[in-house]
């Protein structure tokens, strides 16, 4: 099992990024995917996630507006696109696969709630 996520990297205030999370190993299209984010001296926290069909998506508050989850089942790839970057979006950038629980922002943004997890890609939001 492996989740692979790229294209974290310096980025100013304002500007964008687009992650990818390649998948491989499970039956990518049985799971939901999310991206969770820890800043440091953090906790881990859930910022979107994606059902399975692509159908549904959930935000948390703090980057509603902003960033942006989509996911291709055919080449087994979830993307983040991430707009007007703050210097608070600063974190390592997780995708993890699991089943959607909700209310997602409640209950199915826990870590506990997932089971495979990539190894993290760094987004830092500096001028």
């Known amino acids: 099992v492996q989740l692979q996520a790229s294209g974290g990297g310096l980025v100013q205030p304002g500007g964008s990024l687009r992650l990818s999370c390649a998948a491989s190993?499970?039956?990518?299209?049985?799971?939901?995917i999310a991206w969770f984010r820890q800043a440091p001296g953090k906790e881990r926290e859930g910022v979107l996630c994606?059902?399975?069909?692509?159908?549904?998506?959930y935000y948390a508050d703090s980057v509603k507006g902003r960033f942006t989850i989509s996911r291709d089942n055919a080449k087994n790839t979830v993307y983040l696109q991430m707009n007007s970057l703050k210097p608070e979006d600063t974190a390592v950038y997780y995708c993890?696969?699991?089943?959607?629980?909700?209310?997602?922002?409640?209950?199915?943004?826990?870590?506990?709630?997932?089971?495979?997890w990539g190894q993290g890609t760094l987004v830092t939001v500096s001028s």
């Open positions: 994606i059902s399975v069909s692509g159908g549904s998506t």
């Open positions: 993890a696969a699991g089943h959607l629980i909700l209310p997602w922002a409640s209950v199915g943004s826990a870590v506990s709630e997932y089971d495979y």
């Open positions: 190993g499970f039956r990518f299209a049985h799971y939901a």
